[in-house]
């Protein structure tokens, strides 16, 4: 409840209301842009997260859209993961204050807060970001180094989520009425086949054009 939270001094509800679906909106498209720093860092990636951005506000179906800037606080979560593990990197000189490392992990630490789960996606792309530096010719020990600095960093973030899951009951007093937890890693392919064959169906065209620009 960190957007809840912020727009807290608001009083007025529907300042309050505009407050949240502002910070909402600003955390989801932040997020496509910090997404591209993430995977193309050093090459057109301003040019690129503003070409995709530009693309959700204009193709994507409004439903989703909606869904995505301000019903569910996935844009909010991925923003603040990915401006900590941008503040995590190392400097010109190759050196991490810390500092910076010390904001990276508090920022980490929040997207968690908002979403306990956000740091699933983020390994596995950073796993894949490594993949691609390496293919790329980077030094394999700057490589190594940055994917150990995410992980750890993507690490205490999932280890605090669950941690937050496993406090509410004690905390609140009431019952968490929530399934949390992964599904067992031999249902996975199962589940990714029936999301994607549920978005072609509903948003066949705006699938079809995400494909397209992949």
Known sequence: MLVPLLALPLRDPLGNLLAQR???VL????????LARHVLPGRDWPLAGAAAAAALLVAAPAGWRFEYLADQPYGV???LALAGLALAEP???GRRPPRRLAAGLALVLLAHWVNAAAGLLLVALAAARAAEDLLSGEPSAAVGARLAVDAAL???GLAAGQL???LYPIVTGHPLRLAVGL??????PAAWGAIL???WADERGWAAALALAA
Request: proline fraction near 6%; avoid cysteine.
């Open 183 to 188: 599904l067992p890693p031999r249902a996975w």
């Open 27 to 34: 955390g989801g498209l932040a997020a496509v842009v910090l």
């Open 154 to 156: 993507l690490g205490a």
């Open 197 to 199: 064959a549920r978005a």
């Open 22 to 24: 502002w910070l909402d």
């Open 91 to 93: 400097d010109l000189a």
């Open 164 to 166: 937050s899951i496993a």
């Open 77 to 79: 979560a991925l923003a």
